[in-house]
């Protein structure tokens, strides 16, 4: 019996109606906040970025990226590069990369002069590099892009790694944590240099961060968390170290009993559909995907299904965010109509072939 | 009691609930004509007593009752306080949204937000707690009536910190005075944006003079206030929190106050990664984390898992070695909640990071007895056992003689049951480690059967 077929057979509808109408209605809620997103995401207008892969790598993962203009997303993400400055290059070394979106209010013609407290974001850099790709970039010389300054962010890189190991987001002060690490070592493998970062130094404090659960948290202490355990060992794999987990049994032992129904992120919490990503690909990059019970993970996430897209939890209204972790967590035990992803990268298998392994 | 005063009605009975509902609504049919517009709002709010809640699959709620009004008439807004009884887990304020007939005559939308006070009933473990919502009026000329001198706003509680402050009426940075000089640098999003954002006229005029000013770079108070601004319209804008320690820095500013800020905003986000950075920011650079436990507790006390909130405590009790206390904080959250994982983990912390003292034997044992002393309270409970599990981890004779004992007394855990299996298999005893891999697979722990029969096939 093929995954569909489950989820079809319980709705009590006739068989195809209620996958057809979950594809039709989450085609619709894409294209319209591809379009625009309500008002409510103001909050988060200075990751627009991240809120952009989401929808767009959505898209992709439905093989629907037909209903948006590639051409020009890839032109609006080359507005929100961080340049080196066109005069003195060494005054914005260390802010290389890319923004989370204009609202800085930079020029959208690419504006090579430095202005002041303009920076990038590694998380937003990550994305942007991401949707480049999903959208069709093509390579050049140097790089899988056509025109990102690849040394430019290798080099910010160097800058953004502390002591510990750790990466900070930006620049200037700010927090580090394991999402930034894995951050710093998607965007080196993406552009095939790993020069930029330490990778012992960031080993090491990977398996700092590994509580006494075996799961990891954000930093060495911290409680072990569904995100952050899917950042270390995913980073681990992008830098090539998966042998450097300490218990490997151990740790799918706590991310399988993670399942409650769906997944939850830390233990006792309730599921939430996006852990179904974070946890299931950290499963399916140690090669323990089969292990999930999957149509019982299927069902929980359909039943986050909410206006088109997926909600954290049933009955609260959706979000980008959870939509596309819901179609990745789907995706991962084979749910008909949505391409199989990569899950160290977390976008489809077909775009991260075409990034060279920079291992072999 | 005269018409202006309004008593203030707590209980937790359902009955004393009933009498305090028909008190109120007596109340509200005295008073000024002003306030019959209000009172008819209220009472079709009221008739929503026999609605029931429902805000998680498996539990039905009792109905909400409402315990006290007051109404702002300078605010033009009627704040109502409602009791009630939830599930613990479940999302009161969404189900509050869901069900109260909030589709009112005048009223353009309503504010819900959660107040801080909470109780457990210990009878039936669901909490009770009080949700708020404000109903916004349009300023008809039929709301007219509102005097606008007078200004009932009286709250429940002496403690108002959960109040709004009166929601001045926004005026646009081109009509104020001291910012002539500042030209607004609007964003550009070029030819064909792509998930544009809606923003509202206020987002857009603040976050113009936002850019504009920190285009200048300019240090000033007025620069403060502005990434204030920025701030609250988007949190997460990391560019306003770093422009804001920068100009903190060149005005010198008051530290102490700038904890205030960072309270208040955090009451409304409190998962918000800026926002506890740029308060471990300001307490190192002040060097006094006196008011920092109280803090994270009180944000626990909100949300028990609130891993910022663990994340900052941790920071703090290990940069202080304030180690003595913790463990009885801890025990206090657990008794409450044997669950709170969060709490285990930060007992591991307390533990294992204390340095000066030695994790001997002793300890291990007197933990580990602990451990076990909730893990009989809740035997499905996991995060007991990964604590035994992480103190005991080289001692594999204890752990088994542990998971026997518990085992026999306590068959129906999966976790004790678990543990013995793998501990069992490791030695070599395949029969009676796949006698329990099968118990668990198809009794114990039926969820993870595969995984059960995986294990059972290692060697």
Known sequence: ?360 | MSSSGWRTFHSTTSRDFRLNTRRLLLRLSLGSKGLRKASRLLKSVLHCESHLLYISPDKVTRAMRMVQVSISKLHRNIQVLLYGRFHPRGNVVTSARRSLPWRLHGVTGVNFYKTKERAVDTQDSLDIQMIGFRIRQRPTAACGTMSTNENRNISIMSDSSDDEKPQNVYVPFGQREEWEDVTPVPQDDGPNPVCRIAYDDQFTDTMNYFRAIVRSDERSPRALAITGDAIRLNTGNYTAWYYRRLVLDSLKSDLPKELEFITSIGIKNPKNYQIWYHRRAIVEKLGDYSRERQYTEEHIQQDSKNYHAWAHRQWVVETNGWWDTELEYIDKLLQYDVRNNSAWNQRYFAITRNKTRQVDQNLATQETDYAISYAKKAPNNQSPWLYIKGLNNQDVGKLKEICEHFHQNYPTSPHAAGMLAELHQKEGNKTRSDELYNLLANNLDSIHKKYWIYKMQQE
């Open chain 1, 1 to 360: 019996m093929s995954e569909g077929q489950g989820a079809q057979a319980s709705s009590g509808s006739t068989p195809v109606d209620h996958h057809a109408h979950l594809m039709t209605s989450l085609q619709k809620y894409l294209k319209n906040m591809s379009n625009v997103l309500p008002r409510p995401y103001a909050g988060q207008d200075s990751n627009r970025l991240t809120l952009l892969y989401f929808v767009v790598s959505a898209l992709d993962l439905v093989d629907k990226l037909d209903l948006v203009d590639r051409k020009q997303i890839i032109d609006w993400i080359y507005a929100q590069q961080v340049l080196p400055d066109s005069e003195d290059p060494s005054k914005n070394t260390a802010r290389c990369g890319f923004r989370g979106g204009p609202f800085l209010g930079n020029d959208f013609n690419e504006d090579r002069k430095c202005v002041h407290h303009d920076q990038s974001h590694i998380a937003m850099t990550y994305t942007a590099l991401a949707v480049l790709k999903i959208c069709g970039d093509t390579p050049s010389a140097d790089s899988p892009f056509s025109r990102v300054n690849k040394k430019a962010i290798i080099n910010s890189l160097k800058h953004l790694q502390g002591p510990s190991g750790s990466f900070n987001p930006t620049a200037g002060e700010s927090e580090n944590d394991m999402r930034f690490v894995y951050c710093a070592a998607v965007i080196s493998y993406m552009l095939g240099d790993f020069s930029g970062i330490n990778i012992d130094s960031a080993v090491e404090y990977i398996l700092k961060s590994t509580s006494y659960d075996y799961g990891m948290g954000q930093g060495p202490g911290q409680e072990s968390h569904g995100g952050s355990t899917y950042c270390a060992v995913a980073a681990l794999s992008l830098m090539n170290r998966l042998d450097a987990l300490p218990n490997v049994p151990a740790l799918v032992d706590w991310l399988l009993t993670r399942q409650v129904s769906g997944f939850q992120g830390r233990v006792n919490k309730p599921p939430d559909s996006c852990y179904s990503f974070w946890i299931g690909a950290t499963l399916d990059i140690l090669g323990k995907y089969d292990l999930v019970e999957f149509d019982l993970l299927k069902s929980f996430i359909l039943s986050c299904s909410s206006m088109g897209g997926f909600a954290k939890m049933p009955t609260m209204p959706p979000d980008v965010l959870h939509t596309y972790m819901s179609l990745c967590g789907l995706s991962l035990g084979g749910y008909p109509g949505i391409k199989p992803i990569h899950g160290a990268l977390g976008f489809s298998r077909d775009v991260a072939d075409q990034f060279p392994n920079p291992w072999k």
